[in-house]
């Protein structure tokens, strides 16, 4: 393998302290930004017109984002793919299918961001591939009902949880694993400190359509009300993969500082607004689903709106930089 083609290789070896420090400067090298006066690129940048340097920017950044959105469509298709053979079952099948999925596989939800795009997406286009062909198998075929969507569903997941375990410990990833160890744990706590506000940002953000869909189930004739609001809600998650995939190659809000705050007016506008107001329209007012995708909406339009105008005012030099030290401070407590 050319050493040239993947830097620090030739400083390798299968030792451990000598692949932390390998995985130290490869740290370095990729997540920290060249913010050396008189950079040729800048200097580009600089003098160019806007056109090209959205061209330039824009062209960098759909080498993350294009696997990571086909990534995220795959994975999250599996979910659908589950609800739309439990359709073909019955009301009460989808409800439970959807209740499942969207409920109880929803809680468990992280941010993703890997340097290694493009094999998370191969492998999460060959999980959905086997989780369709088993779910048709299992249900068209042997007529298993729920029980073989849950099967179809979870061999879909264990073939994404196998392929990406075995694409790193069979030498995927050469510069940053050695095998198992307990540096692993090392600079955990660094880690933490850093991911833990982006977590429960996303996290307050997920579990608020979980809230809303258990509360569904409170409404008369509720089969019929949870099938359509878990419908809209499969679409509604289709089309934020795309947004996810981007926020996961820009950081916008979501790695850096400002994911802090965003998870206070996550708070206000879903917890203190939207679901109150949806209960209320819901119940008081007599709208069943209609008013609490009303209420929704008018959370999420609240919070879209608060957003925007931080990410407008935003220093985004400034906030790169700030990203760029807490890389370096993780990557030398390695």
């Given amino acids: 393998m050319d050493e040239q083609k993947i830097p620090f290789l030739k400083n390798y070896n299968h030792s451990d302290n000598e692949a932390i420090q390998s995985s130290k400067q490869l740290l370095q090298h990729n997540l920290t930004p060249n913010y050396q006066v008189g950079n040729q690129e800048d ?3 600089e003098h160019t017109s806007l056109v090209k340097r959205v061209w330039v920017e824009s062209t960098k950044l759909w080498h993350v984002v294009g696997p990571s959105i086909i990534a995220r469509i795959s ?3 599996m979910l659908v793919a589950g609800q739309a053979f439990a359709g073909h079952l019955g009301d009460l099948e989808l409800a439970a299918v959807s209740i499942a999925c969207n409920v ?3 809680f468990d939800y992280g941010l993703m961001c890997q340097l290694k ?7 999460s286009v060959v999980a959905l591939v086997v989780q369709l062909f088993t779910s048709w198998l299992f249900v068209s075929v042997f007529k298993c009902g729920v029980i073989g969507i849950a099967m179809s569903q979870n061999l879909g997941w264990w073939v994404l949880v196998i392929g990406l375990f075995g694409y790193t410990a069979l030498g995927g990833c050469p510069l940053t694993w050695a095998g198992f160890s307990m540096e692993a744990f090392s600079g955990l706590w660094e880690f933490v400190k850093l991911s833990s506000a982006s977590g429960v940002m996303i996290s307050l953000e997920n579990w608020y359509y979980r809230i809303l869909i258990l509360i569904t189930g409170n409404l008369k004739n509720a ?3 949870l ?4 419908i809209c809600l499969s679409i509604n998650g289709w089309e934020m993969m795309i947004p996810f995939a981007f926020f996961a190659g820009t950081g916008c809000c979501s790695g850096i500082r400002m994911a802090k705050h965003r998870a206070y007016i996550n708070i206000g506008c879903y917890y203190l607004l939207g679901l109150p107001l949806g209960v209320f329209m819901g119940w008081k007012f007599e709208l069943g689903i209609m ?3 009303a209420g929704m909406i008018g959370g999420t339009a609240v919070q879209t709106l608060i957003l925007a105008i931080i990410t407008i005012r935003c220093d985004w030099e400034k906030e790169a ?3 760029s030290m807490h890389v370096k401070k993780w990557a030398e407590g390695i």
């Fill in 117 to 123: 795009a493009g094999v998370v997406a191969w492998v």
């Fill in 43 to 45: 200097d580009f940048v």
């Fill in 75 to 77: 994975a999250y298709t």
């Fill in 104 to 106: 109880i596989v929803g």
């Fill in 227 to 230: 099938d359509a609001l878990t």
């Fill in 321 to 323: 930089q700030k990203a």
């Fill in 223 to 225: 089969e019929i009300a």
């Fill in 291 to 293: 008013g609490i995708w």
